[in-house]
């Protein structure tokens, strides 16, 4: 009912606010014996975090999470899994002003509908912090795929307002890629195209100083995924990564393979031609414009989707809004938000897409023939 609990088999529940004490995830049903410890967390932790580049948020948070059970000396024990994380930058006063007034573009008004009151510091629930504990939980779930069939998830943005990267093959993005350039220098929009990532860079920081900000495009790709992961009809693996992706906030739009641009191919364009892989046993696609599944069912070719994300709704200019009674008002929200949400976005559907392909992987392991 709560809709604070997400899949089956590998199952997380999280809890927790923008601007509370901190967040929390239950994870179950990780099998024992994983490695798991504090320093793994912080790897994509600290990709997500805000204050990491000059063109996201600047809350400053460390992020230091605390492995609270499940784990005892350095591995999981195969019970339920709890991980918390502290708020330690929320500045509750910045949203003062903002209180009784409705951010267009935000989750204010909706919650104020359902609820009749909210927690307005920080957006409360419908905050991005809340994701953090769900970048951890993708970490675990980083690992079981990892472990159970050499299986990777790597994310990076492929558009930012119109400047689009040239990817040639999704499989071929390393994560190292994602996170540097050629020079050593981080790659803070994570766009592995690197002539794209600085006119994108450079777009930010105009719209920036505009007092405006953007949207964009992030893909996400799986890959060393073995065919069968997907049940019929409700539980779909497209149906579940959609899920996934959609619980993120600023989500409008997720595609597979060709998406939306299948629309406008024949049959004959679209398919992709069935051949026999490289040790001459195994089917694989000649091509791979069904973005992995077939029949929502892994066909053992690289997962590839892409997720469109808005352009943040908070920003520092004049808008039309209405205050909690329908008056007439003006809202600007200065805060510290991120121009763009693309670069901190990119972890939190890696963790999504992680989370959904390890349930399904615990879930199908049931269901071998004996
Ligand atoms: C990485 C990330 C960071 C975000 N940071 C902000 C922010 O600083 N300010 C803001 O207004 N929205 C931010 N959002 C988006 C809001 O959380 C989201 O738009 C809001 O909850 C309404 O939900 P909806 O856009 O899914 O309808 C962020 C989203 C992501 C993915």
């Known amino acids: 009912m709560a809709g604070n609990s997400f899949g089956q088999a590998f199952r997380i529940t999280t809890a927790g606010e923008s601007h509370g004490v901190g967040n929390v995830v ?21 990709r997500r975090r805000p204050g990491q580049s000059k063109i996201v948020s600047s809350r400053d948070e460390p992020d230091e999470p605390e492995i609270i059970s499940g784990v005892f000396e350095g591995r999981t024990t195969g019970t339920s899994i709890a991980i918390f994380i502290r708020n330690t930058d929320s500045r509750s006063q910045d949203y003062g002003t903002i209180k009784d007034l409705y951010r267009p573009g935000h989750a204010d008004y909706t919650y104020d509908a359902k609820y009749g009151f909210r927690d307005h510091r ?15 939980a993708g970490v675990v779930a980083k690992k079981i795929l990892a472990k159970a069939f050499g299986g990777r998830v790597v994310g990076y943005v492929v558009q930012i307002d119109d400047i689009r990267a040239n990817i040639s093959d999704p499989a071929e993005v ?46 996400i790709v799986a890959t060393g995924v073995p065919p069968g992961l997907g049940e019929p009809v409700f539980d779909k693996l497209k149906a579940d990564l959609a899920k996934g992706l959609f619980s993120l906030p600023a989500v409008l739009g997720v595609e597979y393979g060709s998406g939306f641009a299948s629309a406008t191919m024949r049959g004959s364009e679209n398919n992709d031609a069935f051949v026999s892989g490289d040790a001459g046993k195994e089917i694989r696609t000649a091509s791979n414009r069904h973005g992995g599944m077939l029949g929502g069912i892994s066909s053992g070719m690289p997962i590839v989707l892409r997720a469109a994300v808005k352009p943040t709704s908070s ?3 004049d808008q039309d809004t209405v205050d909690r009674h ?26 999504m897409v992680a989370i959904v392909l390890a349930d399904h ?5 049931q269901q071998q023939m004996l």
């Open 26 to 46: 239950i994870i179950d049903g990780v099998p024992p014996g994983i490695p798991l410890s504090v320093e793994d967390l912080m790897v994509d932790l600290n």
């Open 315 to 317: 920003i520092p200019r």
């Open 361 to 365: 992987w615990l879930r199908n392991r």
């Open 174 to 219: 390393t994560p190292e890629a994602v996170e540097e350039l050629a020079d050593g220098e981080p790659n803070i929009v994570r766009c592995p195209d690197a002539k794209a990532a600085a006119a994108m860079k450079e777009r930010i920081e105009q719209v920036r100083a505009e007092g405006d900000s953007l949207g964009g495009v992030a893909e």
């Open 122 to 136: 920080g957006g409360g629930r419908s905050s991005a912090r809340e994701t953090a504990v769900r970048v951890v």
């Open 326 to 351: 329908g008056n007439a008002a003006t809202i600007s929200t200065p805060g510290r938000h991120d121009p763009c949400l693309l670069p901190r976005f990119i972890p939190m559907a890696e963790a």
